[in-house]
C-alpha cells in the first residue's frame, strides 16, 4: 500500500488488488509518519493505471478512497500526529526549495537566514503556548 492523500476525513492510497466498497480496511500509517493504524472503510476502489515491474511487463494499479469513520482516541491521536508530520515536511519542503534559489546569490542568502530564524522563534513560541505546564 502507498499512501497518496491523508486527512482527518480519509485517505486515498495507491495498491495491487481492488478492495470491496463499504469493506473495514485497518489503514497502517507509516513509520515516518509515527506509525499507528486507523480504521477505514472502502468508499472506491478502482484501477488507475499500469505499473512496469520487470522488463515488457506490467501490471493493474488501484486507488482507492477510504473514509475515517469512526476513530477511538487512540486512533484520533495517530491520525493528527501523522498530519502534523506531513504539515512539517511540506513547511519544510518549501525551505528547502527558497534555499536552493538563493543558493548563488549573497543578497537571497541573508534573507533566507533571517527567514529561518524568524520561522524557527515564531514556531518555537506557538509551540511552547501550546504545551502544558509541568506539574510541580
Wanted: one cysteine or more.
Amino acid at each position: 500500500m502507498h499512501l497518496l492523500d491523508l486527512s482527518l476525513a480519509g485517505a486515498r492510497i495507491e495498491h495491487d488488488q481492488p478492495l470491496p466498497d463499504w469493506s473495514d480496511y485497518p489503514m497502517d500509517l507509516p513509520p515516518a509518519l509515527g506509525g499507528g493504524q486507523v480504521r477505514a472503510e472502502v468508499v472506491w476502489s478502482r484501477v488507475s493505471g499500469y505499473k512496469s515491474v520487470v522488463e515488457g511487463k506490467s501490471r493493474l494499479v488501484y486507488q482507492t478512497g477510504l473514509a475515517f469513520t469512526h476513530r477511538t482516541p487512540e486512533e484520533q491521536a495517530a491520525l493528527m500526529g501523522a498530519l502534523v508530520r506531513i504539515a512539517g515536511e511540506w513547511a519544510l519542503g518549501m525551505l528547502r526549495e527558497l534555499r536552493q534559489q538563493a543558493e548563488h546569490d549573497s543578497v537571497h542568502q541573508e534573507w533566507f537566514n533571517t527567514l529561518c530564524g524568524e520561522t524557527l522563534g515564531w514556531l518555537q513560541r506557538e509551540i511552547e503556548a501550546l504545551r502544558f505546564a509541568k506539574s510541580q
